[in-house]
């Protein structure tokens, strides 16, 4: 099982990417560098608690584990 400062620092790397990614889809969406990047970093926001918890949430299911 992971310790919860690796499953922290698994969604931080994460949503450092999702940021990029949703900055990028953002801007297309918008035309808007700033409303590009609200949008991203609204995302990852939310993003990154949803992981946290849905991590942590599955840590604790024994169910599939050998």
Same mark, same amino acid.
């Given at each position: ?6 499953t ?5 790397? !994460? ?17 808007s560098?700033?409303? @590009?990047? @609200? ?7 939310? @993003? ?9 949430? !599955?840590?604790?299911?024994? !169910?599939?584990?050998?």
């Open positions: 099982m992971d310790s919860a400062k690796r922290v620092l698994k969604a931080i790397i !994460w949503q450092i990417t999702g940021i990029f990614t949703m900055g990028i889809v953002g801007f297309f969406m918008t035309g560098i700033a409303q @590009g990047l @609200g949008l991203a970093l609204a995302n990852t926001a939310v @993003g990154t608690v949803t992981y946290i918890l849905y991590e942590r949430f !599955w840590a604790r299911v024994r !169910w599939g584990r050998s």
